[in-house]
């Protein structure tokens, strides 16, 4: 199945249908999942569940995640993870993609550079092509900022690499959104943001055109920050913004959060986060919990003031406000988090977050939690079963 991008709000992964986004965001249920999807849930309010999935793998931190299509020709969404470190100076290089109709890891050909720090995203493969490629960008060598960039394709199953990032950096963040206009790029970008080197934490901003297989350098960030989070998600209608915005988020930030419009070019400062998420916080955007209307961006994990969270916060664009939502079952920090498909839920979004730092002790972990936005009870043949009324199709 190809998939089809679309302008206004770009992180939402494939495997999702917009039929099943339009009707299942605008409310919550929440069952008892365990017994149906043989999970452990915890953490259960109006809010949503956050479910304890197989572990990865390779434990690590530092790593990247992305959503895209699975390899082998299947018609659904996995969730991706790639590079990072087991413990200080120990790069790895092993690429594990979930399946969540089987909700099982596979073990994928590896990372061709391994490194931590790196940035990773789901967006079309290079030469302007609709299926999804799983991109990973800059990083460290354990001694040197890169600017290396590398994609995998999930339909031949093999890494490329691309043309170099503009500037070599670590602990950067990446984010899909449509491409500013005016300057070369077309389509949907990837976007590198922030990051640091041996100057300290940077303003740059940098986007690449898969369509063009080129980079442009954009307006820098309000302030420099590293270990920050990112993301493409709809714009604050409330700010006079249209169509899909990027989201900086905290890293180095103090709580603070910022977004970028294509369309202007320029940065507008949000309201801060309740709580600062440093240390490389999960971000990823999603339908929004409790019957909030449109898409949401999620935060999750990273530290404050030195302290491990567990602490999940929601963006409303609509509202320009924050909620707090049920924290994880396990710290995370130095993590990486993406959406994509629930398990055994093909129609309902999960938001996943996997590894990381469980404790302050410097040794990574390989737990693997999705926060079930909405879940709806499946009876086979029924309404919302497979074959009926608002279920799967494969």
């Known amino acids: 199945m190809r998939r089809i991008e679309r302008s206004g709000q770009d992180d939402t ?3 999702i249908s917009r039929t099943g986004r339009r009707h299942r965001w605008r409310r ?13 849930a915890t953490g259960a309010t109006a809010q949503g569940v956050w479910l304890t999935l197989p572990s990865i793998p390779t434990a690590r931190s ?9 390899p082998g020709g299947l018609q659904k969404a996995c969730v991706y993870v790639f590079g990072g470190q087991l413990t200080a100076g120990g790069l790895r290089n092993e690429f594990e ?16 550079t391994p490194r931590s720090g790196l940035a990773g995203r789901g967006a079309p ?18 001694t040197t900022p890169l600017k290396t960039v590398e994609a995998y394709s999930p339909a031949t199953n093999a890494w490329a690499t691309l043309p170099d990032l503009p500037t070599a950096r670590e602990d950067l963040a990446a984010a899909k959104a449509p491409c500013p206009t005016g300057l070369g790029l077309r389509g949907t970008c990837v976007y590198a943001i922030g990051g640091r080197n041996a100057s300290g934490p940077l ?4 986007a690449y055109s898969p369509a063009t297989e080129t980079w442009a350098t954009l307006r820098d960030l309000p302030v420099a920050r590293t270990d920050l989070g990112a993301v493409g998600a709809p714009c604050p209608p409330g700010l006079g913004l249209h169509g899909g915005c990027v989201y ?32 490389r916080p999960a971000v990823v955007a999603a339908p929004c919990p409790g019957g909030l209307p449109g898409g949401c961006v999620y935060v999750i994990g990273g530290t404050s003031a030195g302290v491990l969270l567990r602490a999940v916060h929601a963006y409303s664009p609509v509202a320009n406000s924050w909620v707090t939502l049920p924290l994880t079952p396990t710290p995370h920090r130095r993590t990486a988090g993406t959406v994509a498909p629930c398990p055994k839920e093909s129609a309902s979004p999960c938001v996943y977050v996997v590894g990381g730092l469980p404790d302050n002790g410097g040794v990574a972990g390989a737990a693997t939690e999705a926060f079930a936005v909405e879940h709806h009870l499946q009876r086979p043949g029924g309404p919302g079963g497979p074959g009926g009324p608002g279920g799967p199709r494969g």
């Open 62 to 70: 530092g790593h990247a995640a992305a959503t895209a299509p699975c």
């Open 13 to 15: 992964p494939p495997g």
């Open 203 to 206: 303003t740059t901003v940098e």
């Open 97 to 112: 993609a979930f399946n969540p109709v089987t909700n099982a890891w596979a073990t994928l050909p590896p990372l061709p």
């Open 248 to 279: 900086a988020i905290d890293g180095t930030g103090n709580g603070s959060v910022t977004v970028y419009s294509p369309v202007t070019n320029a940065w507008v400062t949000l309201p801060a986060l309740p709580v600062s998420h440093g240390d």
């Open 28 to 40: 919550l249920v929440v069952l008892a999942l365990a017994p149906l999807l043989a999970l452990t």
């Open 125 to 142: 493969c290079p030469g302007g092509l609709d299926d999804g490629c799983v991109y990973a960008i800059g990083g460290t060598d354990g």
